[in-house]
């Protein structure tokens, strides 16, 4: 058969409120143009996030209501941190609400003020809990991961070549930390191969740098190393999982993803004594070293969610269906990321809307335009979420190179039809897009502005 099903079938369903355009106008306007503060119930297709948005299986439900809340010693807490020994092979497990409940623990613990810590590209919390130590966070991603339209198979691959002079520059000693994410999510979801991951940590080996992965999506990371890189064809995900950690010497990780749960994320190492302190830590904030932020009965969804992330039919249908909706919006001309990611779809918001100048936020104005069309949420990733400003010019003074605005899938939650519904939006707009206006940022809070931001039309 050529046409691949969604590999589930659907038990309980959740109404999404349909509007029009005009209802829409109002909304937007009522948010301040800000995607971030619509109601969810005006939103008719949420691709703002894949993190915690997923529909869970029958068995993971099955497990919540088995999950065992006792403060010490939860049963929950024993099937959790077996699943993640089993797949991972990292001795220590340490839960966490979420994944920067990980790293916030783990940067406090390893890095000091004047370290640095390369990555392929630092996700926004893994850099922000970098920098509150007084770190620095530096990302070292391939030349190709700047070019949406070039092909690469690995574009989240790091440079090697600036991994070592790093190395050499800065001095091994202030280097606590080198970390991989796999998939990139804020390079475009792009996966990074085995050979780079083997070659990353031989180097932290060689100088005793400890090597990390965020994990986040590891198992959408392993599948694209199944379908691209040789020798892999054959292999299991979950060995190629296994393989992807055995390079590693502990991850950080948000359940919202790979495990396919609303809630939760873990810490994983194998060195006795970093764990202790990891979990002293985890006691002062996040809670006791069992539960460590999270209820029995999430322990016991991630514990079932960690496995079902691996499943090849589910990869296949995942994996597939952004491709189809990269695929379907790039064959009609829309300037998108190549090749797509696992997770989302990220469009070349300047290259869309060429007449809106830098400053006027094309990707944003892009993400509001999708709104008002069909009542699709996406996020920009670029001027308003990177962009600095200087309080005293009142103005931006350094922007990033791109204008992205993503379109993540949550998990197991849309079906074909919402995709094509999606597909249709985007053109759509594309067909009208001299006619998007720019846009004028009116408030902005000091930190995170993206997130609280006011904005007009120009
Ligand atoms: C690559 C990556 N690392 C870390 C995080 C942080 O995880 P959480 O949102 O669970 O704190 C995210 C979340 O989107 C992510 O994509």
Known sequence: MKTIIEPFRIKSVEP???STRKAREFYLQAAHYNPFLLHSKDVIIDLLTDSGTGAMSSEQWAGIMRGDESYAGSVSFQRFERAVKDITGFKFVIPTHQGRAAERILFSIMCKKGDVIPNNTHFDTTRANIEFQGAEALDLKIAEASKPEVYHPFKGNMDLEKLQQIIKERGAKNIPIIMLTVTNNSGGGQPVSMENIRQVSRLARKYKIPFYLDACRFAENAYFIKLREEGYKRKSVKSIVKEMFS???????????DGIANIGGFLCTND?????KEKDLLILTEGFP???GLAGRDLEAIAIGLYEAMEDDYLKYRITSTEYLGKHISEAGVPIMLPTGGHAIYIDGRNFLPHIPKDQY????LACEL???????????GSVMFGVYDEKKKKDVLLPSLDLVRLAIPRRTYTQSHIDYVVEAIINVYNHRESV?????TYQAKYRRHFTAHFKHL
């Open 371 to 381: 709104y008002l069309e069909a009542g699709v949420r996406s996020v920009e990733i």
């Open 247 to 257: 390079y590693a010497d502990g991850c950080t990780m948000s359940a919202k993803k």
């Open 437 to 441: 206006k720019g846009l004028k940022m």
């Open 362 to 365: 094309p990707g944003w104005s």
């Open 290 to 292: 069992t539960y460590g």
């Open 16 to 18: 999404i409120t349909m």
């Open 272 to 276: 006795e004594i970093l764990a202790g």
